[in-house]
């Protein structure tokens, strides 16, 4: 049957209510992603985030070249002919003052917007540990080094012209992280997932909310549980649109591989263990952005 609502979690009721964490590791398994309310990021602190993603858009295209990548696809991204409308700008780890240090010096971030990236990168953080952990216990696995995996941010516009209106804002995707957080446009949608059914389903915007969404990693770490979320971008309307995207990328120094609660005679494990960096490296070189890397590591 087609299902129409992305489902909603309550961050407030997940640590006390039996009933919300067993809706969000049904909406892990089913759909690989839920929007959740009462998260506990400011809404000014949104809106300011949103106002320095314009700004810093808003710089020559000589300056947001100088945003590099660090591992592949953590720099600037400019238009390509796949996605013309798109582009991004990208800081390879919040949780790295030094990677912090290098975006906003190779974008000449003022200090005041780099204190409100400071602001929201500590604040989101937090969230997507918290969360990170939620999923995880919906299992009844506890992953104790979730603070220092690596968490890459992204600001996305998307200049929406007349032409643009009905066709890609960005292609069909997988995310290649654990879990992304994202900040949707609150005014524009265009943001579409592929539901249960395996139908394309628009998520129109749904202000003071973020959405939660899983990539080809919980697939891994789930040991096949987990959904990585298939969804694009389409354009709806001729105007600007701006998203923030966090991507809990997956641990640092050891192997993603799923626990060893989550494998037993009737769950083989379905993965070779394999480094985050590596599997990225697969997955852009071969062009394959829907996950389809992970067909290569499989085991079973
Ligand atoms: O802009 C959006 O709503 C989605 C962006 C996205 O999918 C991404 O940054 O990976
Ligand atoms: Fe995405």
Redesign the pocket.
Known sequence: MEESNVPVVDMEKIDCEKGECEKLRKACERWGCFRIINHSIPPTLMAEMKKVNEALHDLPFEIKKRNTEVIAGSGYMAPTAVNPFYE?LSLYDFTSSQSLHNFCYQLHVSPHHREIIERYGEAIHGLAVKIGQKIAESLGVVVDDLKDWPCQF?I?KYNFTPEAVGSGG?QI?T?SSFL?I?Q?DENVG??EVLNPSALFLPVPPFPGSLLVNLGDIARVWSNGRFCNLV?R?QCKEATKRF?I?TFMLAPRNRNVEAPEELVDHDHPRLYRPFIYKDYRKLRVSNKMVSGEALELLRLA
Do not use: E, K
């Open positions: 991004a992204r996305n960005v995707h995310d992304t994202l949707d265009g943001l969804h971008v998203s995207a």
